[in-house]
């Protein structure tokens, strides 16, 4: 990551502009920077193991920068994207973009192309977690009362620690009886989660220009096709249902889906007892029923 920085000017018109000039990659294209950039991430470890000469982890460790260069470029779109719909609770737009694009890098250093998945659908998840954990350390949500923030914090913590012991997402009752609460009150205290993590619908225009018109929709496939809407995410937690508990945890553990942090490939076998290969093939399997239900 050293060497390049996104920087987000003064004027935001002037950077969406500069950004809408960054061609969209295809599937193919974005394989093969992620493999250069693997390339080059292991360049120096092989170096020291005999593997490679000098000069051959100089330039693969060159090749690396120009490829994470050019994958994090061609996806600064995607992080406007992501960013527009949280723009009213707290931070502007420019700080938005700036945290997104924190969890781009985060994403194009995790990307492995090998997990059938688009790039966009990966890190989608890391930039929309990067910009809600900066909007939960920086804004104080006023419409959730100071006691049921620090329920929300506790659920939180019970979810994880019950999910790490389990490999799946605990049941209501398992985190009332960790929490030692009524199962009642914690069926609230979830529905305050949600609330407090929930996207507003709206975006701002009283600066002037639309962001539509910043980033036209004719050049290329739009980033925010690229992704999940609410009533598309709704869908596909309805359909996770419908597969297995291994596949479900695996999605979860893989997309960040229940708000749990998404793992790597390695992490998630390490986690669950599987080879990083058949996590890999069991994610493939996972995705391919989800895309066929949501075709139907």
């Not at 994958?71 to 779109?77: C, E």
Request: charged share 30%; hydrophobic share 40%.
């Amino acid at each position: 990551m050293e060497g390049f920085a996104i920087v987000v000017e003064p004027g935001l018109q002037q950077y969406l502009r500069q950004i809408n000039e960054c061609a969209l990659l295809t599937a193919d294209e974005e394989k093969e920077l992620a493999r250069t950039i693997q390339r080059g991430a292991s360049a120096s470890a092989r170096f020291s193991r005999g593997e490679l000469s000098l000069a051959e982890k100089e330039q693969f460790e060159e090749e690396g920068n120009k490829a994470r260069e050019r994958m994090i470029r061609s996806n600064l779109r995607l992080v406007v994207n992501i960013s527009k719909p949280f723009s009213n609770r707290g931070m502007s737009l420019s700080d938005l973009i700036e945290e997104g694009n924190l969890g781009l890098l985060r994403a194009v250093e995790g990307f492995d192309p090998d997990m059938g998945a688009r790039f966009s659908t990966y890190a989608s998840w890391w930039i929309k977690q990067s910009i809600k954990r900066a909007l939960i350390n920086t804004v104080q949500p006023v419409h959730i009362p100071a006691y049921m923030v620090e329920l929300i914090a506790r659920w939180k913590q019970v979810h994880i620690e019950l999910q790490d012991q389990s490999g799946r997402t605990p049941s209501i009752q398992e985190i009332a009886k960790r929490m030692e609460l009524p199962e009642k009150k914690v069926r609230i205290i979830k529905r305050a989660v949600r609330a407090f993590n929930a996207p507003t619908q709206a975006m701002s225009s009283e600066s002037g220009s639309l962001m539509s018109d910043m980033l036209p929709d004719e050049k290329s496939l739009r980033p925010d096709d690229l992704v999940l809407d609410d009533d598309e995410a709704q869908r596909v937690a309805g359909l996770l249902e419908s597969l297995d508990e291994r596949e479900q945890t695996i999605l979860r553990l893989r997309y960040g889906w229940g708000d749990v942090e998404p793992l790597t490939l390695k992490e998630i076998g390490a986690k669950i007892g599987l080879t990083r290969e058949r996590v890999r093939q069991l994610e493939a399997e996972a995705l391919a029923k989800l895309e066929k239900a949501l075709g139907n």
